[in-house]
């Protein structure tokens, strides 16, 4: 298991480097450079003065060896510093990523606490009403955007007497005020990650159920409780688990807009402001550590099959 561990740390270490080259090459390829942005508030400045801008940012170098700075900088742990607030990228993460990792967190275990029970009811009662409903539910979860249902709120929620809130409520403010100030973001995310989860759990209860195991389990008298949970589910879960860990791609880029649209103090406000902006250290700085993430959350997604399934071995 440990030798499995590392092998896969070593080998998540290319697929960040190809990260942190494609980010910063793409800021840098795009039209509108950080330069142009900042010299757009200085209608009188000479082509000195842009000269010296370049400098002090260092973008008067050749690209190579801007990037192989970059990645010496970001291997001491150093991911540079916003030009615009002149704050170091890590204490504007340090900051804000406990709001992002809280609310896609929240977003992931709703989507769970749906998906699981509901797919495995509607394979378990196969053709019954409970089976069309759990269906009709998921079709409606991929259909509509999660973006669309959270605009229709902000937007028509006065007219129906009830908002969310807007405004950011810490620990200090309360442990329900400030789990109330996620509950809405958190549920359309979680919805939206729940439809592809419930298909899947179904379709693999469906299968597992029609094994001949399972059929021994039945013909020795167990209870339906012991069957579906000690029997079926474990099986079952392993393609989901996969899905789940596959999602957390989707949980990021979800977390992305609707901290843009309910103002949340998150990662993916600062990261669309940043864009904006030009802000080459803190995209750079926020693509990394949100790819870095992702690796991290598959090989835990990779470590949990064992546990699922004792036949799976790491050796």
């Known amino acids: 298991m440990t030798k499995y561990i590392l092998r896969r740390i070593l080998l998540a270490l290319p697929t960040v480097l190809i990260v942190m080259f494609m980010t910063f090459m793409m800021l840098r390829i795009v039209p509108g450079s950080l330069v142009d942005t900042m010299m757009a508030d200085r209608p009188y400045a000479t082509a000195e003065d842009r000269a010296k801008l370049e400098q002090q940012l260092g973008l008067d170098e050749p690209i190579p060896k801007q990037f192989a700075k970059y990645v010496w900088n970001v291997a001491h742990g150093d991911l540079g510093v916003s030009p615009w607030t002149t704050t170091p990228v890590t204490d504007e993460l340090g900051r804000r990523l406990p709001v992002t990792a809280e609310f896609g967190v929240m977003a992931i275990l709703i989507g769970l606490c749906v998906s699981l029970p509901v797919g495995i009811i509607s394979a378990i009662r196969q053709d019954t009403i409970s089976d069309y409903v759990a269906r009709s539910f998921s079709i409606l979860a991929l259909s509509v955007p999660y973006f669309f249902s959270a605009t229709i709120i902000i937007v028509f929620g006065p007219k129906w007497g009830w908002t969310p809130p807007l405004i950011y409520k810490g620990w200090s403010d309360g442990p329900v005020s400030h ?137």
């Open 179 to 315: 789990l109330y100030y996620f509950l809405a973001p958190a549920t359309l995310l979680g919805l939206a990650l729940a439809g592809g989860v419930m298909r899947l759990t179904r379709t693999m209860m469906l299968e597992v159920l029609r094994q001949d195991y399972i059929r021994t389990a039945w013909a020795k008298g167990l209870r339906e409780r012991s069957v579906i949970y000690r029997h079926a589910m474990k099986n079952a879960l392993i393609p989901v688990i996969t899905i789940v860990g596959l999602q957390v791609g989707t949980a990021v880029s979800g977390t992305i807009i609707l901290e843009t649209i309910f103002n949340m103090p998150g990662v993916g406000r600062f990261f669309v402001g940043a864009i904006l902006q030009r802000d080459y250290p803190s995209v750079q700085g926020v693509v990394l550590v949100l790819a870095s993430v992702i690796v991290v959350v598959n090989l835990i997604v990779d470590l949990s099959y064992a546990w699922l399934d004792p036949r799976i071995r790491y050796s």
